[in-house]
């Protein structure tokens, strides 16, 4: 009856549930556990099974990593309708933390788990992020030099951040990170928001 099981599952296998089997393996027990025969396990099938869809591990984890991106992209770009200026960036900014910090390990895994300079998918993919980021910035900056500036300064303050939160170094303070990101966030909106002349 077990290998009945296992051969309707992997008739109804298909890219889309590994890569969720894989991010929920991620999410459980962090980057590191991920591998084909843990993620076979979540989904009853053979190890081989997954190379029909991913070459290898890298492959994979470039994949759930993509999977991250785009829904942190679409939750953001869903979460601007209707509002601009300080307040999108705002908005951007506490969107951006709160979704790191509700999947940690994937968030961990996404920056810094991979170097983006050697993996084009997932460049573009978090380009797609940067590139909203840089056209809410773009209004109060006179070239693309600036806003690209201005862009990584934003993200710097957010995604260093959160990976200080995600280590633990702030839970032990006397002001709460809430507070302290709120401050953080406030001051550079302002610095960012000051039109060049």
Known sequence: MQV?????????????????????????????????????????????????YFSSKETLKVAVIVHFLDGITAAISQALIGISGERALEEYGHMLRRLLLAQPEQARLAFGGINYRHQEVAIHHLQQLIDILEALIQPYTSTATMTRHRARLFRAMVLGFVQNELWGLFQYGEIPADESFEYGLQRLINQLTTIEK
């Open 4 to 52: 009945g099981v296992k051969m309707v599952q992997k008739r109804n296998l298909s890219e889309a549930k590994v890569v969720t089997a894989a991010a929920k393996l991620v999410d459980e027990q962090g980057g590191d556990a991920l591998s084909f025969s843990r993620v076979a396990a979540e989904l009853a099938v053979k190890p081989q099974a997954l190379y029909a």
